[in-house]
């Protein structure tokens, strides 16, 4: 069970990635020539998912973790099981919704997506009180690729939403 510096140290963190999201959508949206709202709301995501499963401490131990993580042999910090699986693809649903609305761009959201929640169980290998287990990056993986589903579905069934949505004068 994570200790109360642990979660104080996650929320700081989460506050953190917050606060850069919300300083960084407007340059990003302008810079991409994106929606200043979509922008935010995907960067908002990232920073509540990266959070939540960022390791928050470093500590001796990373090759065996590493090795027992890719060997499939690693011990799960968290209760698994279908409640587990089903939150780990519920988070990442909207950031492959949102990443799918705000770039138009599917493919290019499924596979970043996928790479980054690869990235993230490896580096929860330095903290000893996190797990990485492939399944996690499966579901992940899945959460993101249903949102992309949801996403295109969304931007194929709106006429004119492409022009719409990647530019809209009103946003503010």
Not at 54 to 83: E, M, W
Not at 160 to 167: K, S, V
Request: charge should be positive; include cysteine; hydrophobic fraction near 45%.
């Amino acid at each position: 069970m994570p200790t109360p510096t642990h979660s104080a140290v996650m929320a700081a963190l989460t506050l953190l990635l917050t606060v850069a999201a919300v300083l960084a959508h407007r340059p990003l949206a302008r810079r991409t020539g994106r929606s200043p709202r979509t922008t935010l709301a995907l960067t908002l995501a990232l920073a509540l998912c990266l959070g939540l499963t960022l390791p928050d401490q470093l500590a001796p131990g990373v090759t065996d973790r590493l090795t027992a993580c890719l060997t499939g042999n690693s011990h799960r910090t968290l209760t698994g099981g279908p409640a587990h699986n089903a939150v780990n693809i519920l988070l990442w649903l909207p950031v492959g919704l949102l990443g799918t609305l705000t770039t138009r761009r599917p493919l290019m959201v499924a596979l970043t997506g996928s790479a980054l929640w690869a990235l993230v169980e490896l580096l929860q290998t330095l903290d000893p009180t996190r797990s990485c287990q492939p399944l996690d990056w499966a579901n992940n993986t899945a959460g993101v690729g249903v949102g992309v589903v949801v996403g295109w579905v969304v931007c194929r069934g709106r006429p004119g939403a492409r022009a719409a949505a990647i530019t809209s004068p009103n946003d503010p």
